[in-house]
């Protein structure tokens, strides 16, 4: 039985927790994200067809880590200005966190990619960056056009006012009822 090996390319970028380095692939017909933490990893598949939404939302996280990279920068950078026998030591240190911070500043603001299908919804742990998250969403827009089809614009207004006045259900649905036959006493239980 001959296999046929599938040729994944990899996505630019990569995430990273406390634990585990997490990277996307691209195939053919799916979406590939791998966690290797350690000796071990763990793979999800999203197959084009089965996307359903792809969101993304703006975090505050690098907005924390900015004030906490310049509060400890301009705190060990005042420490080497006001000792004069430890002033290269603290001023290495409040370099490294100054460094930190312009790192994380050009970076640009922080992002959570989540990906839905009909039977999960997963954080894309690699997509952490807005500006990434804008590349890898105009990328896979281009698999799943394909397979899915596009929505003509027309229609993606009508669901968006659709949204903006109640949602898709407007009024409930028409309940179907069947006459109910009138209760026969039995004496007891059936």
Same mark, same amino acid.
């Given at each position: 039985m001959a296999t046929e090996s599938i040729q994944y390319v990899k996505l630019r970028g990569t995430g990273s927790n406390f634990v585990e380095r997490i990277s996307l692939y691209l195939a053919p017909d799916h979406?590939?994200?791998v966690s290797s933490a350690g000796y071990s990893e763990s793979y999800l598949r999203f197959y084009f067809r089965d996307i359903q939404s792809i969101t993304v939302r703006k975090t505050a996280y690098g907005l924390v880590?900015?004030?906490?990279?310049?509060v400890l920068a301009a705190l060990f950078l005042a420490l080497a200005v006001d000792s004069a026998e430890a002033a290269i030591a603290w001023g290495i240190v409040g370099g490294i966190f100054l460094g930190l911070l312009l790192m994380n500043f050009f970076a640009g603001p922080t992002c959570v990619c989540e990906i839905q299908?009909?039977?999960?919804? &997963?954080?894309?742990?690699a997509v952490t960056r807005? =500006? &990434?998250?804008q590349r890898f969403i105009a990328q896979? =827009?281009?698999?799943?056009?394909p397979v899915q089809g596009a929505l003509a614009p027309e229609e993606i207004a009508r669901?968006?006012?659709q949204l903006r006045h109640g949602g898709f259900f407007t009024e409930a649905p028409a309940v179907v009822t069947a006459e109910a036959a009138p209760p026969t006493d039995s004496g007891g239980f059936r």
């Amino acid at each position: 039985m001959a296999t046929e090996s599938i040729q994944y390319v990899k996505l630019r970028g990569t995430g990273s927790n406390f634990v585990e380095r997490i990277s996307l692939y691209l195939a053919p017909d799916h979406l590939l994200q791998v966690s290797s933490a350690g000796y071990s990893e763990s793979y999800l598949r999203f197959y084009f067809r089965d996307i359903q939404s792809i969101t993304v939302r703006k975090t505050a996280y690098g907005l924390v880590f900015n004030i906490v990279w310049g509060v400890l920068a301009a705190l060990f950078l005042a420490l080497a200005v006001d000792s004069a026998e430890a002033a290269i030591a603290w001023g290495i240190v409040g370099g490294i966190f100054l460094g930190l911070l312009l790192m994380n500043f050009f970076a640009g603001p922080t992002c959570v990619c989540e990906i839905q299908t009909a039977v999960q919804k &997963r954080k894309l742990g690699a997509v952490t960056r807005l =500006r &990434r998250a804008q590349r890898f969403i105009a990328q896979i =827009r281009n698999q799943i056009q394909p397979v899915q089809g596009a929505l003509a614009p027309e229609e993606i207004a009508r669901r968006l006012d659709q949204l903006r006045h109640g949602g898709f259900f407007t009024e409930a649905p028409a309940v179907v009822t069947a006459e109910a036959a009138p209760p026969t006493d039995s004496g007891g239980f059936r």
